[in-house]
Every structure is written in structure tokens, then in C-alpha cells.
């Protein structure tokens, strides 16, 4: 039996946020370049993306490269950039076909030129898709999203446009990247690593962590699959008690 029989449809997660991790490792074991494990790594996001879609998932996040990354050497960096874009432009007929819209999150302008227009372009070329917003996190970090947002809101409140009192949760949510999407109900990171390395760091606050040991080029829908039915197991009670939860007591 497939975990996606145990899936209820009615209790999806509107939107999965995922760290993609384990790439250099994966290619490691068997004795090839990082670059094999990134390249390899593409059929793992169209799995995974692929899956999403069908279930009637809204948002799907993916963590593909972070501002730290840059710090990797020049030619993984070259490798990844390369790949990108000729990602994007192999998947385009599958994100039409499955009407898979693309957005980007993070410090965008850091691609390189060549890099950027093709994602822009792509992200065009899908705008008219409606079933699934698929987040590409690129040159992306929590922290200098949090600091953009609170520059920004300083601005207005110097031009007079916000009262510092009026200042709430959701006008910091509303000044990230992510403001048009909801917030993740589940983040999945593979690779054995249980760390959130800079993403997210606000809208994952109240997100199901799901770590697995496996590697990024290892992980399939069955995969996915299972971190879903995972998430559907877990009581989440926003600080209230299980009873409370369960409506044994009435609130
Ligand atoms: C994730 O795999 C991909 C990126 C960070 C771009 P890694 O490249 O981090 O693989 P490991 O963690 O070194 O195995
Ligand atoms: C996080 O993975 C970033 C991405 C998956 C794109 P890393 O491999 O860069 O994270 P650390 O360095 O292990 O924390
Ligand atoms: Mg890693």
C-alpha cells in the first residue's frame, strides 16, 4: 500500500516548504563530483513538484540555494547556476502541463544577469497557471529578508505612511518575500541535517519539522508521500492543551 493512500485530502497542508540537502553527499558515495549529486537532484524537484500538484497542494517552497552558498567554490557556484537555468528551461512544458505557476524569493538581483532574465522569463511564461505556486528560495536568507522588511517599514514610518504603534504581526508578514503566500504548515529537510540554515526563519514559526536521513537525489513521491501522512499524524495545538484540541473541554 502506497503512503498516498492514507492521505486525507481534506487535510492537506496548503503550503510544504522543503531543504533540499544532501546533494554533495550523495554524489560523494559513489565516487563522483558534487556537480552529479545537484544534476541528479533535478528528478527528486520534478517528483516532488509533480506530486504536490496532483495532491491539491497551494505552495510549494523549495530551498535551492542560499546567500551562503555563494561562499562554496566558484565552480560548484558556476555548476548550480548553469543548472538552474537549464532546469527551468527543460521543465517549462511540464510546469505548463501540470499548471504549475513559478515565483522566486530572495535576493534576486545577486544572479547573475544571464540567470536572472531566464528566471524572470519563466516566471512570466507560467503566470497564467493556477493550480500550484511553485517557490524557487535562490540566493535567499531569512535574515537578510527580515532586515529588508524592517528598513522598509522604518521608511514609512519616517514618510509618515505607518503609525510605529500600528506596527503588528502582519505588517512584518506583509514586507517579507513571501507576503502573497501563506505561512508553511510543514518544512521537510533531507539529508540528516536538523538545522533550518537561514530559511524561513519567521514564516516557519509555527511549521511540523520533518527531518529524513535521506538524500536529496534519493527522495521520490513515496517520500513526500510519507512526510505528508507524518504531518497528518501530529496533533498541532498553537499553545492550547490536547483536550482543548480534541474539544473534549469546551473552550
Ligand atoms: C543541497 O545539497 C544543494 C545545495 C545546497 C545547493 P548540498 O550541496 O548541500 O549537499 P551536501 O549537504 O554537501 O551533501
Ligand atoms: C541549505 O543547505 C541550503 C539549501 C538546501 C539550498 P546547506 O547544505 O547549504 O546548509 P548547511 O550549510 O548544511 O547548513
Ligand atoms: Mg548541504
Known amino acids: 500500500m ?93 510546469l505548463n502541463q501540470n499548471n504549475i505557476r513559478l515565483f522566486a524569493i530572495g535576493n534576486l538581483k545577486a544572479l547573475n544577469k544571464n540567470t536572472y532574465k531566464h528566471l524572470l522569463k519563466a516566471i512570466d511564461d507560467t503566470k497564467t497557471n493556477a493550480r500550484m505556486n511553485l517557490i524557487l528560495a535562490l540566493s535567499y536568507s531569512s535574515h537578510d529578508e527580515i532586515v529588508e522588511a524592517a528598513r522598509e517599514i522604518a521608511q514609512k514610518v519616517k514618510n509618515n505612511e505607518l503609525a510605529v504603534e500600528d506596527i503588528n504581526d502582519n505588517t512584518i508578514s506583509k514586507h517579507l518575500y513571501t507576503k502573497d503566500f501563506p505561512d508553511p504548515e510543514l518544512l521537510i529537510r533531507t539529508s540528516g541535517e536538523y ?7 519567521w514564516q516557519l514559526a509555527y511549521a511540523e519539522l520533518y527531518f529524513t536521513p535521506k538524500l536529496w537525489p534519493d527522495f521520490r513521491r513515496e517520500d513526500f508521500y510519507e512526510a505528508i501522512v507524518n504531518f497528518q499524524c501530529r496533533e498541532r495545538r498553537f499553545g492550547r492543551t490536547s483536550e482543548q484540541v480534541s474539544e473534549k473541554v469546551k473552550l
Request: glycine fraction near 6%; charge should be positive.
Open 2 to 94: 502506497s503512503f498516498k493512500d492514507k492521505i486525507d485530502l481534506n487535510r492537506l497542508p496548503r503550503h510544504v516548504a522543503v531543504i533540499m540537502d544532501g546533494n554533495g553527499r550523495w554524489a560523494k558515495k559513489q565516487g563522483r563530483l558534487r556537480t552529479f549529486g545537484h544534476e541528479s537532484g533535478v528528478t527528486s524537484v520534478r517528483e516532488t513538484a509533480e506530486a504536490a500538484a496532483e495532491l491539491g497542494i497551494e505552495n510549494l517552497t523549495l530551498y535551492a540555494f542560499s546567500t551562503e552558498n555563494w561562499n562554496r567554490p566558484r565552480h560548484e557556484v558556476e555548476a548550480l547556476m548553469h543548472l538552474l537555468i537549464r532546469t527551468i528551461n527543460n521543465e517549462m512544458k511540464t
Open 195 to 201: 538545522r533550518i540554515s537561514n530559511f524561513l526563519m
